[in-house]
């Protein structure tokens, strides 16, 4: 991250951003910036003259903007220039669910904004990453939540960002805190372009090992679910597993929960290995036995029946029950469980569920799926090697997590004046 020298701070004043630096400033920041405008009213397409940055395109976990990711527009050139982006913008997020995220325009891109989208415009005493860190900050976000407007929409406008009370230290310093805070997010996108990498990886890797496998074979053959080595079998899931969905007890009766039961909800389905640390409800053994809750053992693979997660599918590592929403697929004969759940998560991966067209999945159609069984020694040495990729995606996710968590704690320390 290069050489950085901290120090700190000794003297502080009070004000209503709280104690700051003796020689920082508090300002309003519609004194600051040049212009807060509202976008443009119109329809992204899949071609035009302008990229058109809609409120779906901010990121609320990082500091860049995926322009391959960002629509069209079409809109006379003279028009365009009131609402034309340039180096060193930050636009924000006005209504919905991200009300008050930010961007910042860090690329040279032909490219306009979105009417749910408000453009801040700094002048030249204001550093532009300095004003886009701000508006990640604790101090920044408490005034938003205090003046978000509407029961439903919550939504903000440029009077409530003119007005937003922003603490300010000399531009040098400005500068020296926003290199400070890009560094770390420089780090975290090259984590997680490794771990996109990574995901890229395993993925072609499970479309040949669950076409071709792992070991050498020299003859094939068609089956109704494509071709595979001459040696597998295709067989259905319902034929080899026991597949049962879980169950809620009353929550209306006390007796039935808060025990020592582990008991999960379909939100665990997340394509991954989960832990008992994970675990937010438990029920009592009358719990278990006066509902269709269902103990499931170590090693079921769970798969989400409905819903966000629809599709999804989870190994448990640990005796646990879950909620009807979830089927879990246990005791199966003569299939390895991390090569299954791994075939599942390709399954989800491809889309194959939604393809289907199912908003709920039945139990039924989870026992007919066809699944390509080879030996039991290659089932192993399939999911062995995807086990090695997901460890490493694990490890550099946890990487991220204490990265970003050490990010948020210097923030805090250098956006006001702390450090």
Same mark, same amino acid.
């Given at each position: 991250?290069?050489?950085?020298?901290?120090?700190?701070?000794?003297?502080?004043?009070?004000?209503?951003?709280?104690?700051?630096?003796?020689?920082?400033?508090?300002?309003?920041?519609?004194?600051?910036?040049?212009?807060?405008?509202?976008?443009?009213?119109?329809?992204?397409?899949?071609?035009?003259?302008?990229?058109?940055?809609?409120?779906?395109?901010?990121?609320?976990?990082?500091?860049?903007?995926?322009?391959?990711?960002?629509?069209?527009?079409?809109?006379?050139?003279?028009?365009?220039?009131?609402?034309?982006?340039?180096?060193?913008?930050?636009?924000?997020?006005?209504?919905?669910?991200?009300?008050?995220?930010?961007?910042?325009?860090?690329?040279?891109?032909?490219?306009?904004?979105?009417?749910?989208?408000?453009?801040?415009?700094?002048?030249?005493?204001?550093?532009?990453?300095?004003?886009?860190?701000?508006?990640?900050?604790?101090?920044?976000?408490?005034?938003?939540?205090?003046?978000?407007?509407?029961?439903?929409?919550?939504?903000?406008?440029?009077?409530?960002?003119?007005?937003?009370?922003?603490?300010?230290?000399?531009?040098?310093?400005?500068?020296?805190?926003?290199?400070?805070?890009?560094?770390?997010?420089?780090?975290?996108?090259?984590?997680?372009?490794?771990?996109?990498?990574?995901?890229?990886?395993?993925?072609?890797?499970?479309? /040949?090992?669950?076409?071709?496998? =792992?070991?050498?074979? %020299?003859?094939? #053959?068609?089956?109704? &679910?494509?071709?595979? @080595?001459? !040696?597998?079998?295709?067989?259905?899931?319902?034929?080899?597993?026991?597949?049962?969905?879980?169950?809620?007890?009353?929550?209306?009766?006390?007796?039935?929960?808060?025990?020592?039961?582990?008991?999960?909800?379909?939100?665990?389905?997340?394509?991954?290995?989960?832990?008992?640390?994970?675990?937010?409800?438990?029920?009592?053994?009358?719990?278990?036995?006066?509902?269709?809750?269902?103990?499931?053992?170590?090693?079921?693979?769970?798969?989400?029946?409905?819903?966000?997660?629809?599709?999804?599918?989870?190994?448990?590592?640990?005796?646990?029950?879950?909620?009807?929403?979830?089927?879990?697929?246990?005791?199966?004969?003569?299939?390895?469980?991390?090569?299954?759940?791994?075939?599942?998560?390709?399954?989800?991966?491809?889309?194959?569920? /939604?393809?289907?067209?199912?908003? =709920?999945?039945?139990? %039924?159609?989870? #026992?007919?799926?066809? &699944?390509?069984?080879? @030996?039991? !020694?290659?089932?192993?040495?399939?999911?062995?090697?995807?086990?090695?990729?997901?460890?490493?995606?694990?490890?550099?996710?946890?990487?991220?997590?204490?990265?970003?968590?050490?990010?948020?704690?210097?923030?805090?320390?250098?956006?006001?004046?702390?450090?």
């Amino acid at each position: 991250m290069g050489k950085v020298e901290f120090y700190r701070e000794k003297e502080f004043k009070k004000t209503e951003v709280g104690e700051i630096p003796k020689e920082w400033e508090v300002r309003r920041l519609g004194e600051v910036v040049e212009k807060i405008q509202y976008g443009y009213t119109g329809s992204a397409i899949y071609q035009g003259n302008f990229k058109f940055l809609r409120i779906t395109d901010i990121n609320k976990e990082g500091l860049y903007i995926n322009w391959n990711k960002v629509p069209f527009v079409f809109i006379d050139e003279k028009e365009a220039q009131d609402y034309r982006l340039s180096i060193g913008d930050v636009v924000i997020a006005r209504i919905g669910a991200t009300t008050g995220a930010s961007a910042i325009v860090l690329d040279d891109v032909k490219a306009i904004f979105a009417s749910y989208l408000i453009r801040i415009k700094p002048y030249k005493n204001l550093n532009p990453l300095f004003l886009f860190y701000f508006t990640n900050s604790s101090t920044y976000w408490r005034q938003i939540n205090q003046q978000k407007e509407g029961a439903l929409k919550k939504g903000i406008n440029t009077k409530i960002l003119a007005n937003i009370s922003i603490p300010l230290p000399p531009l040098s310093e400005q500068k020296a805190i926003a290199k400070v805070l890009k560094d770390f997010d420089d780090l975290l996108e090259v984590i997680e372009e490794k771990i996109k990498t990574l995901q890229r990886i395993k993925k072609g890797l499970m479309e /040949v090992y669950f076409t071709k496998g =792992v070991f050498k074979h %020299k003859e094939f #053959k068609d089956t109704e &679910i494509g071709r595979i @080595p001459k !040696e597998w079998e295709v067989r259905r899931l319902g034929d080899k597993c026991i597949i049962e969905s879980g169950g809620t007890p009353n929550r209306n009766v006390k007796d039935f929960w808060n025990g020592n039961i582990n008991w999960l909800t379909s939100e665990v389905c997340k394509n991954s290995f989960i832990y008992e640390h994970i675990v937010k409800e438990k029920i009592t053994e009358a719990g278990l036995n006066k509902s269709n809750a269902r103990l499931f053992p170590p090693d079921t693979v769970l798969i989400a029946l409905v819903g966000a997660t629809l599709g999804k599918v989870a190994y448990l590592t640990f005796e646990s029950c879950t909620n009807q929403n979830v089927a879990g697929i246990y005791r199966c004969k003569g299939i390895f469980p991390k090569y299954l759940f791994y075939f599942l998560k390709l399954l989800n991966l491809k889309g194959f569920f /939604v393809v289907k067209g199912y908003k =709920v999945m039945t139990l %039924k159609f989870i #026992k007919n799926l066809l &699944i390509p069984l080879p @030996p039991l !020694e290659e089932q192993k040495a399939i999911a062995e090697r995807l086990k090695t990729i997901d460890d490493q995606i694990e490890n550099l996710k946890s990487q991220k997590e204490s990265l970003q968590k050490i990010k948020k704690k210097f923030m805090d320390l250098l956006l006001t004046g702390k450090v």
